[in-house]
């Protein structure tokens, strides 16, 4: 059910895209889906959840830093910033994005993912920075958000655009960024 939802919160939007629609292309009664979820903003909920999981790879980044894999590590920080989402992942995203400002329960929702989010980062680099301050910290984590939502926005916009050029210059510019938090 969350497939066919995200799907048709990718081809219609979300506003476009109701319960009985939902329920309707995944051959479950609406009953049902209202008893496994509130509204469609807990099914968006749920969406991101798996989604910003399987992103994420926190397994991955938690076993890097319990080794003190300072490339694992770095690698784990290039990925998460500039990997960039396939089409449908991308679109949803862009989605959320415009029903952030309108949507207090999305906004709230994706507050916690961006949270989330931001945590991991803030592990990775802690773990290859121990000593930065914190206001440097959080200036790089904020650039990684930044460089990893403006690719999205590049590729939705632009989507017959070629990023490699764009993407050398900021990896480049990320990895000074991180050596220099390391050596605050």
């Known amino acids: 059910m969350l497939d066919t939802a995200r799907n ?3 081809e219609r939007g979300f506003h476009q895209t109701g319960i009985a629609q939902i329920a309707a292309a995944s051959g479950i009664a609406v009953g049902q889906i209202y008893r ?3 509204n469609k903003e807990a099914i968006i909920a749920a969406i991101c959840e798996a989604q910003i999981s ?3 790879d926190e397994g991955t980044l938690c076993a890097a830093v319990g080794a003190q894999d300072c490339e694992a590590i770095l690698a784990w920080i290039e990925r ?3 990997d960039e989402p396939d089409d449908d992942d991308r679109r949803l995203m862009c989605e959320i994005l415009a029903e952030v400002g309108r949507n207090p329960i999305i906004a709230e929702m994706n507050a916690r993912v961006d ?8 592990a990775a ?12 910290l959080s200036m790089v984590i904020d650039l990684i958000v930044a460089m990893s939502w403006g690719l999205a926005a590049l590729r939705e ?8 050029a764009l993407h050398a210059t900021m990896l480049d510019f990320l990895r000074k960024e991180v050596k220099n938090l390391s050596q605050t």
């Open 8 to 10: 048709l919160f990718v």
């Open 36 to 38: 496994d979820f509130a």
């Open 54 to 56: 399987v992103w994420l």
């Open 80 to 82: 998460v910033s500039f």
């Open 115 to 122: 949270a989330r989010l931001r945590g991991s980062i803030g």
């Open 125 to 136: 680099l802690e773990s290859l920075a121990p000593n930065a301050p914190a206001p440097r």
């Open 157 to 164: 916009l632009y989507p017959d655009s070629d990023p490699q």
